[in-house]
């Protein structure tokens, strides 16, 4: 597989450090110039992985080409750029949908998938839209795909996936509150990650059980979790969150 990135940004660098972790053999990484100290650091990396300055060029040598570039750039460039029919596209964009993506690039061949940057790791969920068994051999390096065979209901996750950075938020506020209270940085730091962490595998765990039998089962009648998370839901915490996701989705659904 000769894979392409269209923007070498912080998704771009993810996967790439994720693919060189995993087990995929890949004959060669086109990287953009853009971003140029993040193309260089990746480019350091393997052998595999090589920087060209224009954007035509990448797809023309590349068999699977990744878009992930931000909207605005998207709907700038793309038009400019000839995809050959043979050429498997996979658009990270958030909010271009497949008909347009279709239109612009003249290609029927594109998938929409939306990695998160935990495929540094090979771990996290990634939405794949639609269903296709290339796409999903690929990520299945870097993560576990879930296939969603209906565009409208993969916007969904779009939203679910804008949670990342008020979760870190959490794991912040909270480390900070400690260290605030006196406890050392690395131990405030360490126990926040273990914590959320281990809560993390023991929903996954329980996931079948779903997730408000948990909610039930840490907290001990009028023991401290209870207090919490009356606290919080009387100041609408929860209400809020689920808001933010309502207007994330109006922006992805578009
Ligand atoms: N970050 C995530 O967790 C994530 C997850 C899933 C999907 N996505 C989607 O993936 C896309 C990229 O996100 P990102 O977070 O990686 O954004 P980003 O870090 O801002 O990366 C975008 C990259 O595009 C480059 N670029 C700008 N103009 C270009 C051009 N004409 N040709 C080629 N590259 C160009 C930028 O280079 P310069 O710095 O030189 O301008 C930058 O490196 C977005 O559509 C986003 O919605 C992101």
Not at 81 to 93: A, D, H, T, V
Not at 131 to 144: C, I, P, R, T
Request: glycine share 4%; aromatic share 8%; charged share 30%.
């Amino acid at each position: 597989m000769i894979l392409g990135f269209i923007g070498t940004g912080k998704i771009t660098s993810s996967i790439v450090y994720g693919l060189l972790k995993s087990k995929l053999k890949t004959k060669r990484i086109y990287i953009s110039s853009r971003n140029k100290n993040i193309a260089k650091k990746l480019e350091r990396k393997s052998r595999v992985i090589k920087i060209m300055k224009d954007n035509q060029e990448i797809i023309n040598k590349s068999s699977t080409i990744i878009l992930a570039v931000t909207p605005a750039v998207a709907n700038k460039i793309l038009k400019k750029l000839k995809f050959n029919k043979s050429k498997e596209i996979i658009s990270l964009i958030s909010t271009i949908n497949l008909e347009n993506l279709k239109k612009i690039t003249k290609n029927k061949n594109i998938v929409r998938a939306i990695p998160l940057p935990s495929v540094e790791i090979n771990k996290g969920p990634i939405i794949i839209c639609p269903s296709n068994k290339k796409v999903k051999n690929l990520f299945n390096h870097l993560g576990k795909v879930i296939e969603i065979k209906n565009e409208k209901l993969s916007y969904k996750f779009w939203s679910t996936a804008s949670l990342m950075a008020s979760f870190y938020e959490i794991l912040n506020i909270s480390s900070n509150w400690l260290i605030k209270k006196g406890i050392k940085k690395n131990i405030a730091n360490s126990y926040i990650a273990e914590l959320f962490l281990s809560l993390s595998y023991d929903a996954k765990d329980k996931k079948k059980g779903g997730f408000k039998k948990l909610v039930a089962e840490s907290q001990t009648p009028n023991g401290l979790n209870m207090q919490v998370l009356k606290e919080l839901r009387k100041k609408k915490f929860y209400l809020k969150w689920i808001k933010a996701l309502d207007v994330v989705n109006k922006r992805v659904s578009k």
